[in-house]
């Protein structure tokens, strides 16, 4: 695992602007002053239409109409398409002709567990997944704790060790991991576990990947955004949640448009948005209702909630 001092992890991850959060300081006024019009790029995650069963293809194109910069893909829908005859050169031309980007791809390798030849495993399915997704011109992949969400207990120093290793991987294949906050999961279920292991992991790479739900849903304080460094959250997982059911009862379809329940999402946006610096906000979305309605009305109506809570928090 790569050493670094104390000092540079905080930094990195922006931990260290934890004293200027006390009573009397000026962090507010501080992170006012960095604040301008925001730069967010909007993605569709295929979560939101993948009920559908359009296929990849059908997907981006999907997005394109919709109006979105980029997509935010499933290796599982990836390795399909390969499955019945697609060619990643051929949809690489495809993403480029529609003038999308992939920002990020959901993939479930099991490289968290305690078990070593499972992770070996996992690193094995990791490296073949990183290297089609370079090809398809994407750069990231989500790292949640897949394999280790329903027994607690999990050692988040070995879990450190665990994501450096994967982080050194991204780096030989240009696809880097996004370590995941699950809400659901027995592990790393708060932000405050995930910025634990980011910042014992201590990799300049390190990344986190936040989900306005999963925050809720894990009892994380979405304040604690406020302590991260801009740097490190290149994609947000943009979705709402409602006042009911309570948050112990509430799962995956619950999840409403951005706007349409009671998350922060204004106190989330505000958090997110710096100077200089480009967020992919991306929706994922795993409501039964809006499965049942037509994908391209979906996307297109995503969009416009994603991109009113932007003008709105701004305002």
């Known amino acids: 695992m790569k050493q670094i001092s104390r000092r540079d992890t905080l930094t990195g991850l922006g931990l260290g602007l934890a004293g200027s959060m006390m009573p009397g300081s000026n962090a507010r006024s501080y992170s006012n002053s960095i604040k301008k019009d925001p730069a967010f790029r909007y993605c569709l995650n295929a979560s939101t239409i993948r009920e559908a069963q359009l296929g990849i293809v059908r997907e981006l194109e999907i997005a394109a109409e919709a109006g979105y910069d980029g997509m935010e893909i499933w290796v599982p829908g990836l390795q399909k398409y390969l499955e019945e005859g697609g060619s990643l050169a051929d949809l690489n031309k495809k993403i480029k002709d529609l003038g999308l980007t992939i920002d990020d791809a959901i993939g479930f390798a099991q490289w968290i567990v305690d078990d070593k030849e499972t992770r070996m495993r996992a690193m094995e399915q990791l490296k073949m997944e990183m290297d089609m997704l370079a090809q398809v011109g994407c750069t990231r992949i989500a790292a949640p704790p897949a394999g280790a969400t329903n027994e607690p207990g999990l050692d988040l120093d070995a879990a450190a060790e665990r994501y450096c290793a994967i982080v050194e991987l991204g780096k030989s294949t240009g696809v880097m991991p996004q370590l995941e906050v699950w809400g659901f999961s027995a592990n790393l279920h708060k932000i405050s576990q995930v910025m634990y292991v980011l910042a014992e992991c201590g990799h300049p790479d390190a990344r986190l990947l936040p989900d306005v739900y999963h925050l809720y849903k894990g009892g994380s304080n979405s304040d604690a955004l406020k302590l991260v460094s801009p740097d490190t959250i290149e994609v947000f997982h943009m979705n709402d949640y409602p006042a009911s059911p309570s948050r112990e ?67």
Not at 253 to 280: C, F, M, Q
Not at 286 to 292: I, R, S
């Open 249 to 315: 009862e509430m799962n995956d379809s619950h999840r409403v448009y951005p706007g349409d329940g009671v998350a922060p999402i204004s106190d989330i946006l505000n958090d997110l948005a710096y100077e200089g610096k480009t967020t992919t906000l991306s929706l994922e979305l795993f409501n039964k209702e809006y499965w049942a309605q037509d994908p391209l009305e979906v996307a297109k109506t995503g969009l416009a909630k994603m991109k009113a809570s932007v003008k709105k928090s701004m305002g």
